[in-house]
């Protein structure tokens, strides 16, 4: 209990800062300015015999026959079944930032799709990246850093840390292709809300249009503000930069109860209120137990020496009071009449709950 109160304590000093101004970079992105995401099919190799066993993944030997091809080497046709060891299939996956230019690197993911052990101490070949439109945007290749590894021992035991068949290569990829955005184009940019609501919307527009003039920014809806931009793009760029750095306190969120059945981790929002309800918690605790006596009959009776079974049942019921919740109760009463019975996160999700049903919770009630 006492980790429950200092947590709550925490987040009651948060919500007593009141809604707090936020730059409005941290609010809004602009339509076009997004990541791309790139992906990829390539061999990595120089494996230390950890790599794909290829009798159960034909795709590694055709994969690898498709590159010696490349190089005008021609494989023998009774050659036979190959043993691959040191040379693993892999997926490539990264994401191409905005405004990226041809010769910049970025950073690549490479995870094993056969059953390589382990990726440790291999080098990825060349290999392009492409969109979803399927033009190649960057091209891969490095050697991989790899944070978990695998080991085993000749009696068949095995332990293994981490995720050796993944691993990253930091600058792994070089962009070949831009990835046009738009920003330089039309008389106007639109922002789109991290969070659509409709007063952060209204406070952004006010903001806006009291910097720089009314009209210069609309709300299109509860997630969109169109502003009006410089055609020249140098021009265009200075603006945004005194755009983004512009304070807005943004709306407050809707109330909400976020539960996680499985961590019993539970997070009550700042606007969370409860109706005119009352509440009761404690818990039965029933005990069986099961002892033996001996049955000894009376001299002479002619009875028989017999072991009977005596079972004692015992029922105790804590004793918790009854707290009542009056109309508007704020997250700081509603917490501390919680604590008062001594309720536990799990007592206290069965509490949220059956407020909820009751229809005296006026929150939305998440469960994850």
């Known amino acids: 209990m006492s980790g429950l109160r200092l947590f709550i304590g925490l987040l009651f000093g948060l919500v007593s800062l009141g809604v707090q101004a936020e730059r409005l970079k941290d609010l809004v992105s602009i339509q076009g300015v997004r990541t791309n995401q790139l992906v990829g099919y390539g061999l990595v190799v120089g494996l230390n015999g950890t790599g794909d066993q290829t009798t159960q993944t034909p795709f590694t030997i055709q994969t690898f026959k498709n590159m010696l091809a490349q190089f005008d080497i021609q494989l023998p046709t009774n050659i036979g079944t190959i043993q691959l060891k040191n040379v693993a299939a892999v997926s490539i996956h990264a994401d191409l930032p905005p405004f990226a230019k041809p010769g910049q690197v970025i950073d690549i993911t490479v995870s094993s799709i056969g059953n390589a052990k382990s990726l440790r101490g291999g080098s990825l070949l060349m290999t392009p990246l492409r969109g979803i439109d399927g033009n190649v945007y960057a091209i891969a290749q490095g050697n991989l850093v790899v944070g978990g590894f695998d080991a085993g021992g000749a009696d068949g035991s095995r332990i293994t840390v981490n995720v050796p068949s993944a691993g990253r290569i930091p600058s792994g990829a070089t962009v070949e292709r831009p990835v046009p955005s738009g920003f ?19 406070n952004i527009v006010d903001q806006i249009n009291d910097l720089l003039g009314p009209g210069v920014a609309q709300a299109l809806d509860g997630g969109s503000i169109r502003v009006s931009a410089p055609a020249n793009v140098n021009q265009r760029v200075d603006y945004l930069s005194v755009l983004e750095n512009l304070e807005v306190a943004p709306g407050q969120a809707v109330a909400k109860v976020i539960i996680n059945s499985r961590t019993g981790t539970i997070v009550i929002g700042q606007n969370v209120r409860v109706q005119p309800a009352a509440v009761t918690h404690g818990s039965l605790t029933v005990t069986i137990s ?48 919680v604590n008062q019975v001594g309720a536990a996160p799990g007592d206290l999700m069965a509490i949220l709950e059956a407020l909820k049903q009751a229809g005296a919770l006026q929150a939305d009630l998440i469960v994850i």
Request: aromatic share 4%; charged share 20%.
């Open 184 to 202: 330089e184009q039309g008389s106007s940019l639109v922002l789109n809300l991290n969070r659509p609501d409709f007063t952060t919307a209204k």
């Open 290 to 337: 099961e002892d033996t006596t001996v049955s000894q009959p009376n001299p002479l009776s002619g009875g028989q020496t017999a072991v009977v079974p005596r079972s004692r049942v015992q029922a105790e019921q804590e004793a918790r009071p009854m707290f009542k919740f009056a109309p508007g109760v704020t997250l700081d009463e509603i917490v501390r009449a």
